[in-house]
């Protein structure tokens, strides 16, 4: 099956520094999401960015969408300790199905 | 308050027992799925539907059973669950409609263990 993949795995970082992940995927897409996950517990969506936008922001969260090259990042700035998390990227696929294709995640710890 | 609501939370069971998890959804959306999140290897959708009596496939169904007879609940059937199907569950719902580019809502999962 086809999965997302995301980059780094993991990621730690001092209170205060941006955080950037990527994900790339291997269909067209109708939309790509971003979930986070705290340890064991359910998915919170972030964001979501349309296949027709390039760019998009929500707080200190800043999302962009390359859909040439398969790829999205999410940028968190000024990071805090309560962003430590998974965070996992989503598309839905423009392909007539329903399935959505989750990336593996990164794990996003920020230091005090 | 939305919400996604699973249960059990917790379970314990042996091989060959069958099971249900059950699913439930507050926010009259369409669409409800089924994923199971092993490390290493993400989410994989089991099962997904689009509405009452509509189920389809999706990337690991082998070994599952769903149903959808009301809108609000879409349980997950193991008939004959073995070791390999031990992960942590979720249950996610959205409105429906490809292109209606609607995020999903998710369960706070379910820690499946076989024995």
């Known amino acids: 099956s086809q999965q997302g993949e995301e980059d780094p795995q993991a990621l730690s970082i001092q209170e205060g520094e941006n955080a950037t992940m990527n994900c790339s995927y291997k269909?067209?897409?109708?939309?790509l999401q971003w979930y986070r996950q705290n340890s064991g517990r359910g998915l919170v969506h972030l964001i979501l960015i349309r296949s027709n936008e390039r760019e998009k922001h929500s707080g200190r969260l800043r999302v962009t969408l390359d859909t040439s090259k398969k790829s999205s990042s999410l940028l968190i700035t000024a990071s805090r300790a309560a962003d430590t998390a998974s965070y996992f990227c989503?598309?839905?696929?423009?392909?007539?199905?329903?399935?959505?294709?989750f990336g593996t995640g990164t794990r996003l710890k920020v230091l005090a | 308050e939305a919400q996604v609501t699973q249960n059990p939370r917790y379970l314990i069971t042996v091989t060959g027992k069958k099971l249900t998890v059950t699913c439930s959804q507050n926010?009259?959306?369409?669409?409800m799925s089924w994923y199971r999140q092993d490390p290493g290897l993400g989410l994989r959708q089991i099962y997904y539907s689009m509405n009452v009596e509509v189920t389809d496939k999706g990337d690991v169904p082998e070994g599952y059973k769903v149903s959808r007879k009301e809108k609000r609940n879409f349980p997950l059937i193991l008939e004959s669950p073995s070791p390999n199907q031990t992960s942590l569950y979720f249950c996610?719902?959205?409105?429906?409609?490809?292109?209606?580019?609607?995020?999903?809502?998710f369960g706070d999962g379910t820690r499946l263990s076989i024995l």
């Open positions: 996610a719902s959205r409105f429906s409609g490809q292109g209606v580019n609607q995020p999903q809502h």
């Open positions: 269909t067209s897409i109708n939309n």
């Open positions: 989503a598309t839905d696929p423009d392909s007539g199905t329903y399935k959505y294709i």
């Open positions: 926010m009259n959306h369409e669409y």
